[in-house]
């Protein structure tokens, strides 16, 4: 019943405020308006900044005001949107190549392509639970929120930390093969040359992920493995004198 016009402000949420890189102005019904650090109240959003505007001549404008913005920011993984318009429309395009679409609310159309992507939403407010306006806290509209998150590429050194998982697996049954050929052949292996075949089955991923920074992960892998099965052939053939043993 007793709104203060003259306190009027814009408040706009940001859940990470670090990533502003530059002012943000606002253009208010032409005029702009510098945002200040922090919220008058946090009863909607947690973080963001705040921008007062004057709303209080209300037969000039009608009760219509036109407001606009631009943010340059950076250090995001994700982007997402809140639709507290009575309809909100969002698109975004994008060089990015992995996008990955989730929230409450999935893009109408998208194109991907190795040039990027497209997307397009479109959110009214019936597709919401809380109403359009509404006075004291109303945390419920951070469950509406929809976007993109900037997924990463698997790299070389995320497919090398894969490999290296498997190594207790590899080099136990490389050791089980060592140890059956000793009792079926009747060749004595000395635990210290089972030390030595453990470090040689190392220095496969060390050999991996030094050619996987220079050629292609496969290209890499197959090198490595390559050299590491001649190494312990030759280090097999070494200790039992016998091609056949060898070749088992």
């Known amino acids: 019943d007793n709104i203060l016009w003259d306190n009027a402000f814009v408040s706009l949420g940001m859940s990470d405020l670090r990533g502003i890189q530059e002012n943000i102005s ?103 639970p809380y109403p359009q306006s509404f006075r004291g806290s109303n945390r419920a509209i951070q469950n509406s929120d929809f ?40 060749v004595r292996i000395h635990p210290i040359q089972y030390i030595m075949v453990g470090l040689a089955l190392c220095v496969f991923y060390t050999l991996l992920i030094a050619f996987s920074e220079h050629i292609s992960f496969k290209l890499s892998y197959l090198i490595s493995s390559v050299a590491i099965i001649t190494l312990i052939t030759a280090f097999a053939h070494s200790i039992s004198k016998n091609k056949l043993v060898t070749k088992v």
């Open 26 to 128: 606002l253009q208010w019904n032409e005029q702009r308006y510098q945002f200040n650090p922090g919220l008058e109240t946090n009863d909607v959003i947690n973080n963001g900044i705040t921008a007062s505007v004057p709303v209080q001549d209300l037969d000039s404008t009608k009760g219509d005001w036109k407001f606009a913005l631009s943010l340059d920011f950076n250090g995001s993984s994700s982007l997402n949107f809140i639709p507290v318009g009575k309809s909100t429309h969002v698109t975004i395009n994008s060089p990015w190549e992995n996008p990955s679409f989730d929230g409450s609310f999935l893009p109408d159309n998208r194109e991907i392509s190795k040039d990027g992507f497209t997307a397009n939403w479109e959110v009214l407010h019936l597709n919401r």
């Open 147 to 186: 976007g993109v998150n900037l997924l990463i590429p698997i790299d070389e050194y995320q497919k090398s930390m894969r490999s290296a998982k498997y190594a207790a697996m590899f080099i136990t049954l490389t050791f089980l093969i060592f140890f059956f050929v000793q009792i079926l052949s009747h």
